[in-house]
């Protein structure tokens, strides 16, 4: 097998203190059309959430200098020339601009244009350099769909500062990694309808994606994640040779993306590529975040579930005996799934059995237990609500073993987001994390608030 690629941002940063970023490569250039619009134009933080976002859109072909500039106020600044890259089967060009250099909690205003064409105006807010008060949002299984597209309104209207996506994006390929179904499993063009779908949010919000299953698009690379890091400028700050991992900070939370893929064994497409070195990058990664004085609430997001009833897919006993372990040692507060077409919340968890009950509307002492979600409700038809009292766990081999599920605290089977409000301590050290799941027309379907206290 060889190597995926290496994540493009280290190469290609442009400094906004310093000169314009690289040139784009050699590209067929069609006469400039000024009826040509960036299209699909989203936001993602870098590795450092305060000081460096990547800007990137579509257009139908190769354009002349895609380039963007950038202001701070009413002064539009440095001129950054984008990255271009072509994608399988599209004709659509994608174009990333890495910039870097950028100050804390700080409004920006960005022009994206290219020779002759109608320049888009969009503005960002970097992540704050001490914590204080803000929300993010949190889901998975999106597609194009008319409920997504209702989500996507419902998301700009709450007003979250980031979106911590976990997989299944857009279903170009609908084989969802099985490699089942043949050629007519595949429509690359749907990329650009999600993009174009999420932008409302997306250009204006970094959305912090991970791989799920059905980003692992068959012939398009040794993992099936060229269609995917065609269309991302990701953090690049993983584990080695897992170009879809990451972790970045915002205020006093440490987000951390994993592969799913590499640890699943209910759908072995991409099972152990990475061996122990995401286990590894994970426990160090952890620990880094937990030391920090500056951090209070540690937020895991991979696609696969590790505790679901839903009898659609259960839960990944990969995922679950590879990083329970490491969640419990490190007293992760919140892991974030999706794959299973609905919702669902886990009691507070330690070593695989519930610390205590945690009904809908309850406060919880974070520290003692972990705390499993499935927000796979974002958009694609649901799954029907099962395996109450008695689910199923997949082990090694793909064998269904059926288990107990007291550890389910909620269920819902309609579609759903979830919004998580953070604050920092207060003077009794206490830090909060409330959430809010919330259906399609905002009718609350589950609340629940996390509590963290660090007393020196
Ligand atoms: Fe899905
Ligand atoms: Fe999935």
Request: charged share 20%.
């Amino acid at each position: 097998m060889t190597l995926p690629r290496p994540s493009r941002r280290g190469l290609l940063a442009g400094s906004v203190a310093g000169v314009a970023g690289a040139t784009s490569p050699l590209l067929w250039v069609p006469p400039a059309d000024a009826a040509v619009r960036p299209a699909g134009v989203h936001l993602t933080y870098g590795a450092d959430a305060k000081r460096r976002m990547a800007v990137s859109w579509s257009t139908p072909s190769s354009v002349k200098r895609p380039r963007l500039e950038l202001a701070r106020g009413n002064d539009w600044g440095a001129v950054h020339q984008a990255d271009s890259r072509p994608s399988k089967d599209v004709g659509t060009v994608y174009h990333h601009v890495d910039l870097t250099g950028l100050e804390p909690d700080t409004e920006y205003r960005y022009r994206i244009t290219h020779g002759g064409g109608t320049p888009y105006v969009g503005s960002f807010r970097t992540a704050p350099a001490r914590p204080r008060p803000f929300r993010f949002t949190t889901f998975g299984d999106m597609g194009v769909n008319a409920a997504a597209a209702q989500h996507v309104a419902l998301i700009r209207s709450q007003k979250p500062e980031l979106a911590f996506v976990v997989g299944d994006l857009c279903y170009a390929d609908s084989s969802g990694g099985t490699g089942l179904g043949g050629p007519n499993t595949q429509d690359f063009a749907v990329w650009d309808q999600w993009l174009d779908q999420i932008r409302p949010s997306a250009a204006s919000v970094p959305w912090m994606t991970t791989v799920g299953n059905h980003e692992m698009e068959a012939g398009n690379g040794d993992l099936g994640y060229n269609g995917y890091l065609d269309r991302f400028t990701l953090p690049g700050n993983g584990v080695h040779d897992g170009p879809v991992t990451y972790s970045f900070t915002h205020g006093n939370v440490g987000f951390v993306a994993l592969d799913g893929n590499d640890a699943s064994f209910e759908i072995d497409r991409n099972q152990g590529y990475l061996g122990n070195a995401q286990d590894a990058w994970l426990t160090g990664r952890l620990a880094a975040l937990r030391a920090r004085d500056d951090i209070d609430f540690l937020v895991v997001g991979f696609h696969n579930c590790m505790y679901c009833t839903n009898l659609v897919h259960g839960s990944d006993g990969g995922n679950r005996s590879r990083w329970e372990p490491i969640f419990d040692r490190f007293g992760v507060d919140l892991v974030v799934n999706g794959h299973n077409h609905c919702y669902e919340r886990t009691h507070p968890m330690r070593d695989g059995v519930p610390v205590t009950e945690a009904p809908s509307g309850s406060t919880i002492d974070s520290a003692a237990g972990t705390t499993y979600m499935t927000a796979g409700g974002a958009g694609q038809a649901e799954y029907p609500t099962g395996g109450l009292p008695l689910s199923y766990v997949t082990i090694e081999g793909g064998i269904r073993v059926p288990e107990a599920t007291t550890w389910s605290a909620i269920t819902a089977e309609q579609h759903s987001i979830a919004f998580l409000d953070v604050t920092p301590r207060n003077r009794r050290g206490t830090a909060t994390m409330k959430l809010r799941t919330l259906a399609t027309d905002g009718t609350v379907l589950d609340t629940l608030t996390f509590k963290r206290t660090r007393t020196v």
